[in-house]
């Protein structure tokens, strides 16, 4: 696959030249695709990772969704259904999404999009996605051993997920569960410290914190809530770790039955872990959707030809809810027995939560304002998202007042506003992504029918399969149930069930459309220029692919990085590098 | 910047922008129609409940005019502003943006948080802070895939238990027979059975995982969570059969652990309790 | 780490150290809000350090001086306290195993009081969080370079010691 | 001829799995062994069988329209022998048994478990099988012996496990029914019985020595006596249990 020029991904880069200390580009095809300390190496590492552990997330959704809609056909046992569905959950939301657009795009961006040669750290930036790959080994083995997988929810609350008495799936599936966190948890961090370490010190000469796109602002703030929210989770897990086999009781109280024998344990509270869980859970949340809505505003701002609107105002709603995100994380357990009046407090912080995002929310309709809009696939994605922002954060009120959450408490109505905002959301956070930045991945540029017939695959099956299930949820049908025709008040919610099964068959068929043309465009797809879509942030600065060590000379910013429509001038644009 | 060969074509046409402005609408208004056809509630059968239903269709009203309100506008613009043309200056000034912002956070904190508060307080003040007036107090124990429910009997003292006493087949509550309240208490596998009308406190025990004891119809959720002694309380205000379902995910059978509702008057239920078999 | 000038590279490796640290802040935040919780059970009771942790402890504060001297004292007597320092991390850890072991001569001590497991766990997160520390203090060793941000992280573990013992005997 | 090589601890570890089985106990003529008789008595005024309350599954209910199923636990006839004691010689006997081919057999019928208690050597295979038309969740609480917990959908195939440790009374239960439940004693050689309605018990062909008898019910605990077998002759004993 010779090059013709430049240097970039998947061909041989060229010493850059002009500073000090260039350090030679690394050679031999092991040392540069597989153990490379490039962040674009290593960015699409973890996108090509992402992407396999969304086919076997894909699959297990598929045996769900069949599970659910025709219960008699008994495609899987009660043991391995709750293993697929603990596994489904705990796949998507740690192993495809944050893999994906966190650790994938965030890697691919940031050091291009603020002027720097690479991550602050790349060796650390290496050994995080070296850390994750048996993470997802470990994983995926569990289904292999005796007993299961895990199957106590990817919440995993114990008891269940404490005592192999209670569920098969809580012997070695569940220890494999939570070493595998653990590798994921360890991995994330060492990711974050790097990205926080990057933006604060690696920026180009000229690129204030108020220069840096929206999108590394988000994944800026991702980070720090990552870094912040997940190690009460790591102490959760040793302790759940120390309850499992060192026979502590930390959440495990006195009295409890198994087989007419009392276990040993004494005096621990599963609130205990509930607390901690959810501690990391709320702001996890925050850490998988802000990327996406970075990726949002830029990819808005590229293809309607005008600047974000209220950059500033953007920046400091997402501090508010990086913060806000920390002391909500109560209106997960408002049945759970806590005392009412905390519950009041959960219900009122959380609540507060829906000002600043629907501030970003506003912003980005506003930001189609006067614009010159290219229906290009990626800015149909990213008004995409608006939709689905829309409809998934409205969605939240429901679940955030303790009042009305007593009826959708674990109910469907839950399944589909958390797959609209972290699964819907995200995902198309992502594509957007790969098609606006293709051209600087792989130098060419993705199929535009294809893209466009993928989005229409994507949004219409996918609202519908998740807004469906808010009607569900409504009439009273509970999630994790194997088979729910037992019920006479759950028969107005399996109506539905068939017709969103179809909706879901037909959404991830749509994904494997995207497969192809992500395979097909990075060998065949049409050459892409420096500039493709007249962008004016840092990335474009450099050719297409970006080659290692990203810029050929110390690239300077000298003015924002949305700098679109400027008055008085001929282009529509200014880019970031221009004076 | 020579314009890149590789430029995706500039005007492709009206087609894309209307049919993306038309998937909008349609997706905002079915969604909103669909609350109507497929989102019935299960017909309200208890006192509380009323509120909570207000809560509900309170935010159904307001979560749904600000959705045809945010998909109205977005259409609108994926319209107005396709493709090149003269548009006038996209720029705003730092008043104009902060005044934007304003507009989003006074209607969340007005109609979320206010009206979230204001609609919310009776229903909270119905399940936490009164105290019902000679209640019907029943115990229900949660067990891996079944309800115990436990009465008093006349004395309305509950028999102690203790968990070393548990035998699945004959004593699964672990009643200790040497306690003089245990006399005359009933227990059955998932009959529960109320007085219409009565206020009624459940004292919830879980023997082994958590559970959640969860009716529909009474909107009625409260985990069981193993080592705590819990509580709800309500009062069934329609005669009928109900179920009991489960919340929370406890293990094989959590699909399965239904228990049944019946809601009677006094004297039935009196009766009925009178020819069930003792504890002992 | 290329590409960075001496200077930014150095508030680099600040920033990195800091973040971590409130990492590691944050994981006995953790642990302190199930202390918290847990010491409100019904078996819960006072825990009888034997006085080898307190011996333990003065090893442990008495490596933070050290490494502050060999930090300062670039001198040919400065170089005798990094390995110093070193010898005391160590004989600091095999005191943490002997506490362990002392504790459980009895009946399993992890098993048996909450107290004890929970100075079970934090003692085995701190000793672990203090190998990272030595393999730290080896390489700089090895290299012969002078121990900056190391010596930060070093009197960071221990005052995260003090504060595990301070925690267990508020119990 | 080197990959056949390999194949060898291959195929070692392959039949390494089964149980080791020793010499077989040659067959022993009529007059060699000696038989133990005896009964299990209950003390004191009979317990009232409480009736088993199906309400919580309709189907199992159906099955028992006509007469309700009553509990089973403690069973006592009216001459007071107490019936479905696991009776097992606990000392005594040396050498291995070659596991019987035939199967033991647990049934699920009528929401309900046959036999109560059942006696299965150690290797013997132990076919559950579910002919109701509900479906049911076999849970076993081995301790020593490696528990399972599978469901068993109604007419689906039987399911087998063999146990390789000697456990008496392993509890295993029906998750979903929860009055349903079965003990289950295992042990490593054949010289077991489980008393009959009339509490009586028979253990045969004993090899003549000094044997110690455990007689363990699921809910009265565990008595023990110990017996000496002459060649040809019968020997009786008798075990006594009372509500603690």
């Not at chain 2, 049944?260 to 309790?273: A, G, H, K, T, Y």
Request: with cysteine; glycine share 10%.
């Amino acid at each position: 696959m010779a090059e013709r020029s430049g240097s970039g991904v998947l061909s041989a880069p060229t010493a850059p030249v002009g500073h000090a200390g260039a350090h030679s580009a690394p050679q031999g095809y092991l040392r540069r695709y597989v153990f490379s300390t490039d962040h674009k190496v290593i960015g699409l590492q973890y996108l090509l990772t992402a992407m396999f552990m969304a086919l076997v997330g894909g699959g297990l959704a598929a045996l769900i969704r069949v599970q659910v809609a025709w219960p008699t056909l008994a495609v899987v046992a009660p043991e391995t259904y709750l293993s697929v569905v603990t596994m489904h959950g705990t796949i998507m939301v740690f192993f495809v999404v944050s893999l994906a657009l966190v650790s994938g795009f965030g890697n691919f961006l940031i050091p291009l999009q603020i002027g720097a040669r690479d991550m602050a750290y790349p060796l650390l930036n290496a050994l995080s996605y070296w850390t994750i790959v048996p993470g997802c080994l470990l994983m995926l083995l569990a289904f292999f051993v005796e007993g299961g997988a895990a199957a106590a929810g990817w919440t995993a609350y114990p008891p269940l997920s404490a005592l192999a008495e209670a569920v098969p799936g809580s012997g070695l599936g569940q220890t494999l569960w939570l070493l595998a966190m653990a590798l994921f948890i360890a991995s994330f961090t060492m990711g974050g410290l790097n990205y926080i370490t990057t933006i604060l010190n690696c920026r180009a000469k000229g690129m204030t914190l108020m220069r840096m796109p929206l999108s590394v602002w988000m994944f800026f703030v991702s980070a720090i809530l990552g870094v912040l929210a997940f190690p009460p989770l790591t102490a959760a897990a040793l302790m759940l770790l120390g309850d499992r086999h060192l026979g502590t009781s930390f959440f495990l109280p006195g009295g409890l039955v198994f087989g007419e024998e009392v276990l040993a344990h004494e005096g621990g509270t599963p609130l205990l872990f509930q607390h901690l869980f959810w501690f990391l859970g709320h702001p996890e949340v925050y850490v998988i959707v802000l990327p996406a809505v970075g990726i949002a505003f830029d990819v808005i701002a590229a293809h309607a030809r005008r600047p974000p609107f209220g950059y500033r105002i953007s920046v400091w709603a997402t501090l508010l809810i990086a913060f806000l995100s920390m002391i909500v994380w109560g209106h997960h357990m408002y049945v759970s027995g806590m005392n009412p009046l905390v519950g009041e407090y959960f219900s009122i912080a959380t609540v507060s939560i829906t000002a600043p995002f629907s501030v970003l929310g506003i912003n980005l309709i506003a930001s189609l304002w006067r614009a010159k809009i290219r229906f290009t696939t990626a800015m149909v994605f990213a008004l995409g998202i608006i939709s689905v922002i829309g409809t998934g954060g409205l969605g939240g009120l429901y679940l955030g007042t303790s009042t009305s959450d007593i009826y959708f408490h674990d109910s469907y109505f839950v399944v589909g506003h958390f797959h609209l905002m972290i699964g819907v959301v995200t995902l198309m956070g992502t594509f957007a992504a790969c098609y606006h930045w293709f051209p600087k991945m792989f130098g060419r540029l993705m199929d535009e029918r294809l893209g466009k017939l993928h989005f229409w695959l994507t949004y219409v099956p996918m609202m519908a399969v998740f807004v469906l299930m808010h009607y569900q949820g409504l009439s009273g049908m509970l999630r994790r149930y194997y088979d729910h025709s037992m019920y006479a008040f759950q028969a107005e919610g399996i109506r539905l069930a068939r017709t969103i099964s179809y909706f879901a068959f037909a959404a991830i068929a749509g994904q494997l459309l995207f497969l192809v043309n992500f395979g097909w465009s990075a060998l065949r797809g049409r050459r892409a220029s420096e500039n493709p879509w007249e962008a004016t942030s840092m990335e474009w600065n450099t050719a297409s692919p970006a080659p290692h060590g990203n810029f050929e000379a110390d690239p300077v910013a000298r003015r924002g990085p949305y700098d679109y429509a400027p008055p008085g001038s001929r282009q529509d644009f200014a880019p970031q590098w221009t004076a | 910047m020579s314009s890149s060969p590789a430029a995706p074509a500039a005007a492709p046409g009206r087609g894309l922008p209307v049919l993306l402005a038309l998937a909008f609408v349609a997706c905002a208004l079915l969604i909103v129609l669909g609350v109507w056809t497929h989102g019935r509630m299960p017909t309200l059968a208890s006192r509380h409940g009323a509120s909570i239903d207000a809560v509900i269709r309170y935010l159904l009203v307001a979560t749904g005019i600000l959705f045809l309100l945010g998909h109205g506008v977005l259409a609108f613009f994926v319209l107005r502003y396709a493709g090149a043309g003269e548009r006038g200056s996209p720029h705003a000034s730092a008043r104009t943006e902060w005044r934007w912002a304003l507009v989003p956070v006074l209607v969340m904190c007005v109609l979320a948080e206010g009206g979230v508060l204001i609609v919310g307080l009776p229903a909270f003040r119905q399940l936490y802070v009164d105290t019902p007036a000679d209640p019907w107090v029943v115990e229900v124990v949660g067990k891996q895939f079944e309800w115990l429910v436990h009465y008093p009997g006349a004395d309305g003292m509950f028999g102690e238990s203790r968990a070393e006493l548990v035998s699945d087949a004959r004593n699964p509550l672990g009643l200790d027979r040497k306690d003089p309240n245990v006399k005359d208490d009933v227990w059955t596998r998932g009959q529960l059975r109320l007085p219409v009308g009565r206020p009624v406190v459940i004292r919830l025990r879980a023997l082994d995982v958590i559970h959640s004891f969860t009716v529909p119809e009474f909107r009625v959720k409260q985990d069981l969570i193993p080592g705590f002694l819990g509580r709800t309380q309500f009062e069934p205000t329609r005669a009928g059969k109900y179920e009991i379902a489960c919340a929370e995910l406890c293990g094989l059978g959590h699909y399965r652990m239904r228990g049944f509702i019946e809601v009677q008057e006094q004297s039935e239920v009196d009766e009925w309790l009178s020819d069930q078999d003792p504890a002992f | 780490m290329d590409g960075l000038s001496p200077t930014r590279s150095e508030r680099a490796a600040q920033t990195l150290l800091f973040a971590f640290l409130a990492t590691v802040v944050m994981l006995f935040a953790g642990f302190t809000s199930a202390w918290l919780i847990r010491r409100t059970g019904s078996d819960w009771g006072r825990l009888a350090l034997p006085r080898l942790a307190y011996l333990n402890t003065a090893v442990l504060l008495l490596s933070s001086l050290t490494l502050e001297l060999a930090r300062r004292d670039r001198r040919a007597r400065g170089r005798l306290f990094l390995p110093l320092t070193l010898l005391l991390a160590l004989l600091f850890l095999a005191g943490q195993v002997g506490l362990w072991r002392a504790l459980s001569h009895g009946g399993a001590f992890v098993t048996s009081t909450p107290q004890g497991a929970f100075l079970f766990l934090l003692s085995a997160v701190h000793a672990l969080h203090l190998l990272g520390g030595i393999a730290t203090l080896a390489w700089l060793l090895h290299r012969r370079a002078a121990p900056r941000l190391a010596a930060v992280y070093w009197h960071f573990l221990g005052l995260a010691w003090l504060y595990v013992l301070g925690l267990l005997h508020l119990a | 001829m080197k990959p056949i090589l390999l194949t060898l601890p291959f195929l070692a570890l392959l039949t390494s799995h089964t149980v080791p089985t020793g010499p077989a106990a040659a067959a022993p003529r009529g007059d060699e062994v000696g038989i133990v008789r005896g009964k299990a008595a209950f003390q004191g005024e009979a317990p009232r069988r409480r009736k088993v309350d199906m309400g919580s599954d309709p189907a199992c209910h159906q099955l028992h329209a006509d007469e309700p199923l009553r509990d089973e636990s403690i069973l006592v006839d009216d001459k007071g022998g107490l019936a479905n004691v696991f009776v097992y010689v606990s000392k005594g006997i040396e050498g291995k048994f070659t596991p019987p081919t035939e199967p033991a057999v647990l049934d699920q019928k009528g929401c309900c478990y046959a036999p109560h208690v059942l006696g299965m050597q150690v290797g013997q295979k132990l076919v559950i099988r579910n002919s109701d038309p509900v479906t049911h969740n076999v849970h076993s609480f081995a301790k020593k012996n490696k528990a399972f917990n599978q469901s068993q959908q109604s007419g689906s195939k039987d399911l087998e496990h063999v146990f390789d440790k000697e456990e008496v009374l392993m509890q295993v239960k029906c998750d979903i029914h929860g009055w349903m439940s079965t003990y289950v004693g295992v042990v490593e050689h054949p010289f077991f019985a489980v008393t009959k309605a009339d509490g009586s018990f028979e253990i045969p062909k004993l090899p003549p020595g000094e044997y110690t008898l455990t007689a363990k019910h699921e809910a009265l605990g565990t008595q023990k006596t110990t017996v000496t077998v002459a060649a040809g002759g019968t020997v009786e004993t008798s075990f006594s249990f009372a509500e603690q």
